[in-house]
């Protein structure tokens, strides 16, 4: 479980309705199921017009992501490259084929097939890069969905607030209940406002970080496949490697470390 994700929603929420409480409000007067109904409906049928089906649909799966998450696996990548690149200076590159069938990665089994099978080094940069591009230009859709959703859901809100005035004016004869319904009509204002700044956005800034990191990982993985395919040595490798593991560990502690000619 992501705990960031976790912990920063729930004290987003907490932060809002302590305030609420503090000056002496309720819950209750903010739970107004057709404002809810306004902003959220509003927001999702503007997406829909926005993106196709297929990638809205993605995209919902995605919410998923944003508070599990699985780590990239950059050490055992690299480790394994690492063995890769022993392998192939002792057995040269055709030794490979026989470890195809052992790799779990898709991009990583295509760049080694694609080496064993005597591509040229410049041709299988171009060749995976090319596959990184257009993946990531995929990809990029995801997090725009929710950055869409964060832009329409102030304007249906404030549609929301308009519509609750009208509603408010017709019936200015019973001035007691004014007051009220003004407040009432405001509250379609505070979920569209809200919303879009306590969730839709903060997912696509956290959708676009897991993105990256996926990127980050392919590019080091394709770095480490080219320079076997160029007989660098296996200690230059994992020096190269290692300066893609730059973020920080889990748990906070230094740098990362990779075993020397891990096998």
Not at 25 to 52: D, E, R
Not at 76 to 99: E, T, Y
Not at 248 to 254: F, I, L, N, S, V
Request: negative net charge; glycine residues 12%; hydrophobic residues 50%.
């Amino acid at each position: 479980m992501d705990t960031s994700s976790l912990i920063g929603i729930l004290l987003a929420l907490a932060g809002i309705l302590a305030g609420l409480l503090l000056e002496g409000g309720h819950i209750g007067q903010i739970l107004q199921p057709t404002a809810a109904m306004i902003v959220l409906g509003g927001t999702f049928g503007a997406v829909m017009l926005q993106y196709p089906l297929a990638i809205v649909g993605t995209a919902t799966k995605r919410l998923f992501g944003v508070f599990f998450h699985r780590e990239t696996g950059s050490e055992s990548c690299v480790r394994q490259l690492i063995h890769f690149a022993n392998k192939a200076r002792r057995s040269g590159i055709i030794s490979l084929d026989q470890d195809l069938q052992s790799i779990e990665d898709p991009f990583l089994k295509q760049a080694v097939m694609l080496a064993v099978d005597g591509t040229e080094p410049s041709e299988l940069r171009k060749i995976m890069e090319l596959q990184i591009e257009n993946q990531f230009e995929l990809e990029e859709k995801i997090p725009a969905v929710f950055e869409s959703a964060g832009g329409f859901s102030p304007t249906i809100g404030i549609i929301g607030a308009v519509m609750g005035l009208i509603q408010v004016m017709q019936h200015l004869d019973h001035m007691d209940e004014v007051g009220r319904g003004i407040a009432v009509a405001f509250v379609a204002t505070i979920y569209g406002v809200g919303v879009a700044n306590i969730f839709f956005l903060p997912v696509a800034g956290k959708l676009r970080l897991r993105i990256r990191e996926q990127q980050v990982l392919k590019e080091m993985t394709l770095e480490g496949v080219v320079s076997i395919l160029e007989g660098m040595n296996p200690r230059m490798i994992e020096i190269k490697l290692e300066s893609f593991l730059t973020a920080p560990r889990a748990k906070g502690a230094g740098p990362v470390e990779v075993k020397k000619g891990a096998a």
